[in-house]
């Protein structure tokens, strides 16, 4: 079995509105150090084995669902678990 | 003209829509929900507003593996006319029958109320009914209609005359203050405002009743024999 962490972030092309007005925040909080913040998703998937690649698994899952390829990119990692 | 109003779990412009169709343009309307496997009765399909599946993940994502939505791609390929306001905007660009992705408001407020627009495009089944560059008025309320594509798409949509609606004053940072666009066959239209909003001058504005009067005019003349 495996335990896959997908970290799904907008593209740097793209703008983001949240992570425009959450860098704001933290500035007007003293943290002048901060100059941008981007904001993702995180998710936890839990896949049995099967006789497919996990990779090529878990590729079709990220451009098919999870992300959105006009504006988002993902990356993730894949652990090996022993079954519960 | 048989309209569809399609109902995903989750829609909430759905009754306006309906309402729009059967007692404002006075045309046959019914409901069909998400997990039909047939549109084969109907000429005109109409994607609402709403929150399909709670706007999980990204806003339409959830909704464009529908079983229905395999029978919208069919309707859009056959030329039928499919509309998709706001929610169903997003959904029509999730599914790939428009390009581009919808990003959070540029001021992260939800926008509700009346907004000018500009028919940028009146040679569409669409807009056939309005003046070139007419100024209409409609409403929007949404929080996550930012339009965004790549340049080369934009350029597209430009020298093919697929932008239909821009915003006067652009609410939500949508790239070229685009509000509305159709694909490149002229039969998939996507909008954030709300047609079905404004069909009523009791409501505020009957800007929108022309573009269901668009649609029923292009049908009739294409169906109708003496039209």
Known sequence: MYKVKVFVTLRESVLDPQGKAVTHSLNSLNY?????VRIGKYMELTIEKSERNIDEVVNEICTKLLANPVIEDYRYEVEEVVAQ | MKFAVIVFPGSNCDVDMYHAIKDELGEEVEYVWHDAESLDEYDGILLPGGFSYGDYLRSGAI????????EVVKAAEAGKPVLGVCNGF?????????PGAMRRNESLSFICKPVDLVVQNNQTMFTGEYQPNQTISIPVAHGEGNYYCDEETLAALKANHQIVFTYRNNPNGSLADIAGIVNEKGNVLGMMPHPERAVDVLLGSADGLKLFQSIVKTWREAHVVNA
């Not at chain 2, 909704?63 to 395999?70: K, Y």
């Not at chain 2, 997003?90 to 428009?98: D, H, P, R, S």
């Open chain 2, 90 to 98: 997003q959904i029509l660009l999730e599914a790939g029958l428009l």
């Open chain 2, 63 to 70: 909704a464009r593996f529908s079983r229905v939505m395999q």
């Open chain 1, 32 to 36: 002048h150090e901060v100059t941008d």
